[in-house]
């Protein structure tokens, strides 16, 4: 089941393209992190990130935030990391 902590954690970590701050700011371990997103992953039955080197989303895993996150910011009124990754830029 999708909660609103995976559901940050998966926006969190994207944005940050790492676990290190996301799980600092949040006061989990790394290991507490990658055991949310896990579950995440296994309830999507996708995986998110590839996790060698930087970690980055895999393309199922920039489709899913997409549809994830989009429909979940109305209910839970999550920051939309695209529009503040858009702005970075300009």
Known sequence: ???YRQLYY???MAK???MARPADQSH???Q???GEISQLEETLAVSLFQ???R???TETGRDEIFQVVLGAHS???LPLWHEKMDTAHR
């Open 1 to 3: 089941m999708l909660n």
């Open 51 to 53: 996790r060698a080197g």
């Open 55 to 57: 970690l980055e989303l």
């Open 75 to 77: 209910f839970y009124q």
């Open 16 to 18: 940050a393209g790492g």
């Open 28 to 30: 989990l371990t790394p």
């Open 32 to 34: 507490t992190l990658f």
């Open 10 to 12: 998966l926006w969190f």
